[in-house]
C-alpha cells in the first residue's frame, strides 16, 4: 500500500503565501512523476503542476505560471507546492499524486496513488 500525506493547507489573504507538502510512505514503488491537482467548489479536478522524479524538470498549468514552484526532496520523499502572490480563485482542495508510468504529466488519469486533500482559502 502507498499513502500520500498532504499537509500546510489553510486559510490566507489574497497576495499571501503556502507552502504544501506531501509525503510518500509505505511500500516501495516506481515513482516516473509526481503531481498537484486541485479541485474548487462545483469545479471539476485540474492540473497544478507535476515534476518528473529522477530529471527534476516541472510542468506548470499556465492559471498558477510564475506564482507557483514544485520542488521534491529524494532523500525525505516529499515534494513540495510553493504558493505565492496567492489570489481567490486559487482556493481550493488540493491534492498530491504520484504517476508510476511515463505518461501526460497533466493528465489525472496517469497517476496511480491520491492522496486525501489539503484544504486553501485565500480570502479577498
Known amino acids: 500500500q502507498v499513502q500520500l500525506v498532504e499537509s500546510g493547507g489553510g486559510l490566507v489573504q489574497a497576495g499571501g503565501s503556502l507552502r504544501l507538502s506531501c509525503a510518500a510512505s509505505?511500500?516501495?514503488?516506481?515513482?516516473?512523476?509526481m503531481g498537484w491537482f486541485r479541485q474548487g467548489p462545483g469545479k471539476e479536478r485540474e492540473f497544478v503542476a507535476a515534476?518528473?522524479?529522477?530529471?527534476?524538470?516541472?510542468y506548470y498549468s499556465d492559471s498558477v505560471k510564475g506564482r507557483f514552484t514544485i520542488s521534491r526532496d529524494n532523500a525525505k520523499n516529499t515534494v513540495d507546492l510553493q504558493m505565492n502572490s496567492l489570489k481567490p480563485e486559487d482556493t481550493a482542495k488540493y491534492y498530491c499524486?504520484?504517476?508510476?508510468?511515463?505518461?501526460?504529466?497533466?493528465?489525472?488519469?496517469?497517476?496511480?496513488?491520491w492522496g486525501q486533500g489539503t484544504q486553501v482559502t485565500v480570502s479577498s
Open positions: 509505505g511500500r516501495p514503488f516506481t515513482r516516473y512523476a
Open positions: 499524486a504520484a504517476a508510476s508510468r511515463a505518461y501526460g504529466v497533466e493528465i489525472i488519469r496517469s497517476y496511480d496513488y
Open positions: 515534476i518528473i522524479w529522477r530529471s527534476g524538470r516541472t
